[in-house]
C-alpha cells in the first residue's frame, strides 16, 4: 500500500505493508528513533506520538490507519538538536534517567499543553497516566511539566 503522511511537517510517502506498526515505519523506514518501544503492547506510553494533535501508542497502530495523516515525533518537537522547555524542564528536574520513557512523556506533555489551559499537578498526573516511568516515580516528572506549562502560560501550581 502507498502510504502519504506528514511527518514533522514534511511530506513523506512510502510503499509499504498497511498492517506493519507504525512505531516500526517510524525508526526503520523513516529512520526516526527517538520514538521509543518499551512494552510493545500498548500499556507504558513509550511509543507515543502525535496522530492529528493527539497522543497515540504507536506500537498499536498499524501503519494503513494514518494514510493522509499528520503525525509528530519527538524530533519535531525542537527545531535542531535544540531542547524544548519542557524537555529542558524534565532534564532540570531530574525527571529523565534511563530515558525510555522521555520521548513519550515530552510529546504527551507538549500535546496537553497546547490543547489544556489551567494544567494543575493533579490534572497533568491524569493526563500522564498511560505513560509509565519506572525511574523516577513520576513528582519530577510531573513538577517539570507544570513549570513549562507555567511558563508558557498555560498552567499553575499545585
Ligand atoms: S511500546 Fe507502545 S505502549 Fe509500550
Ligand atoms: S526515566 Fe527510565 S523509565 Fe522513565
Given at each position: ?7 514533522n ?17 517510524l ?5 526516526l528513533t527517538g520514538t521509543k ?10 511509543c507515543t506520538v502525535l ?21 509528530l515525533t519527538v524530533e519535531g518537537l525542537s527545531?535542531?538538536?535544540?531542547l524544548t522547555?519542557v524537555q ?14 522521555t520521548p513519550g512523556i515530552a510529546v504527551t506533555?507538549e ?48
Open positions: 500500500m502507498k502510504i502519504r503522511m506528514q511527518v511537517g514534511a511530506a513523506r510517502e512510502l510503499e509499504t505493508e498497511p498492517m506493519r506498526r507504525l512505531l516500526d515505519v525508526r526503520e523506514d523513516c529512520g518501544e518499551g512494552c510493545g503492547e500498548g500499556e507504558c506510553g513509550a496522530i492529528d494533535g493527539k497522543p497515540v501508542n504507536s506500537c498499536l497502530v498499524p501503519v494503513g490507519q494514518v494514510h493522509e495523516a499528520e503525525l527545531d535542531g538538536e535544540l522547555d529542558r524542564a524534565l532534564v532540570e528536574h531530574g525527571g529523565a534517567q534511563c530515558g525510555i520513557c506533555a500535546s496537553l499543553i497546547r490543547r489544556e489551559k489551567n494544567l494543575d499537578h493533579a490534572r497533568i498526573r491524569e493526563l500522564l497516566a498511560g505513560n509509565l516511568c519506572r525511574c523516577t516515580g513520576y513528582q519530577r516528572v510531573v513538577e517539570a511539566v507544570a513549570e513549562a506549562a507555567a511558563k508558557r502560560g498555560g498552567a499553575g501550581d499545585e
